[in-house]
């Protein structure tokens, strides 16, 4: 096996299963392969076209689903002319568990119609090292692993890059830009022993990580912030605020007199780690990052910045953070019918301002009726945000969508315990003290399907086409995912996560495609 990987821009990486059970892997590390099934339709290279190849599934396939055919299509098309050598593969090891495999592709696809079935369709394949184990990828590239194809493109996340270097050094190097998370207990000290001119700077998302978390939730803020106050330490700016992909500071806080930030001045902008966590979302949450112009442009120029950045309105401030007011539409419609060359002074309306730590819900009236409000600082002197019924409109798609996408997904599950299982399957699936209250599957909790669905037999009366072991793991990381969701936070699920739920769904769908 060579030792080195080539770490180009057109870098691109795939994962390919070596069998639902594993059956192909042994000898595709021996022979230096990469093996599907899918021996019914013969040699791939015979179709010329994606739409001849989803035919021959057709016959081969004469019962399967139009969705299905689409599926395998993709992936056999993948597998024979959009995989290159040169390009990375990941193989998951179902022999070694917990464990994977990654090589550089070296041939071009072959089919070798002497082999047993399940072995004829191959590339080759340099095993660069088998013996990966998933704990060391970080949570988004291990989420990407966990598609149920057989045959995936790695696309997200630098995937192909941070796959080399893992193939290289065996250690994932994470997202660029974003720092490799050790453990809260070593960032903290880390950032409580750094001179004050060098603090620790990260995302917010990272901070999150280290914490092993994903998303504000208050759960996860109120250990945060009582780590950060055992420490000695806060954030600056609140990380409490903003987007995830916004920066923070680790500073310390005032130990004694003397021994930092503990004037209004010097502890401005930072997060109160003292406080307890709002129970009620805040405007600090969620407003957008505030352009603005100053009061001695010209109307004709804002007008060309707001038609450039499809804005609605503008904040009116100065250099030295002198507040004027707003340049909406609707103030300018008005300037040009009082003057024939109105000024931007003329175009300047009064806006409503609230302070960052206001509650949301008494905003809203106010921002449906302007459409807009502005946010102070926490320093309640600055206006540095805006909040428009588009944000509000677009946060209640964030946070309504997974929940109607996990709704559906626990009907189809409800609608197929229902259909294929007795009432003693079911009381079979929760604990002794709950089996005389359940009578239909919508007794049912989403973990309780768990149970149902993990015991072979009962798995068998489904006749579900699917491996079960990775159904099971589909199923737990949604039923992680809905558990989540229950503690309200502005945070949207990560990609991945969108993708668990989705994907769940899709294999649901495709097993009862009744709506």
Known sequence: MHQDVRRTAELRAW?????????????????????????????????????????????????????????WTGQLWRFATEIRPGDLVVMPLRSHAGHLAIGTVTGAYEYRRQESEDFQQVRKVDWLRSDVSVETIRSDL?????????????????????????????????????????????????????????PRRLTIRSLLEHWGQRRRTSPVISTIKADLANKGLTTRPPFTEGSVSDEVTLVPLSAEPGSGAETVEEAADTENVAAPEHMSLRLGSLPSRL????????????????????????????????????????????????????SLKDAITPALVADHDALLLDQIEAIRDKGFIFVRDPDRVHVTGIL?????????????????????????????????????????????????????????????????????????????????????????????????????????????????????????RTVDPRP
């Open 291 to 342: 352009v603005s112009v100053p009061s001695t442009v010209a109307l004709t120029y804002t007008k060309t910045l707001m038609l450039q950045n499809r804005f609605s309105q503008i904040a009116v401030i100065d250099e030295d953070g002198t507040y004027h007011g707003a340049i909406s539409w609707e103030s300018i419609g008005r300037a040009h019918i009082a003057s024939n060359d109105p």
């Open 15 to 71: 994962m390919i299963r070596g069998g639902r059970e594993g059956q192909r892997e042994a000898r595709a590390l021996e022979e230096g392969l990469v093996i599907i099934g899918w021996h019914e339709v013969g040699d791939l290279s015979r179709y010329r076209t994606r739409d001849q190849l989803a035919d021959a599934l057709r016959l081969a396939f004469p019962s399967a689903a139009s969705n299905v055919i689409a599926n």
């Open 388 to 508: 428009t019924a588009a944000d509000l409109t677009g946060q209640f798609g964030n946070l309504a969508r997974p929940f109607v996408l996990i709704e559906e997904a626990e009907n189809r599950l409800r609608r197929a315990a229902d259909e294929a299982f007795t009432m003693e399957h079911l009381r079979d699936a929760v604990q002794p003290h709950r089996k005389l209250k359940v009578h239909r599957a919508s007794d049912l909790t989403f973990g309780d399907y768990i149970f149902l669905l993990k015991d072979e037999q009962r798995w068998s009366i489904l006749g579900w086409q699917l491996d079960h072991h990775l159904f099971l793991g589909y199923l737990n990381e949604v039923r992680e995912i809905r558990n989540d969701l229950m503690h309200f936070t502005p945070d949207p699920l990560s990609r991945d996560q969108y993708q668990t739920v989705k994907g769940l769904l899709s294999l649901l």
């Open 142 to 198: 291990r989420a990407s692993l966990g598609s149920l194809l057989t045959v995936c493109g790695l696309t997200r996340n630098n995937a192909a890059s941070r796959l080399a270097q893992i193939a290289a050094t065996g250690a994932d190097p994470g997202m660029e830009g974003e720092e490799e998370a050790t453990t809260a207990d070593e960032l903290l000290q880390d950032a409580a022993l750094r001179d004050p001119a060098n």
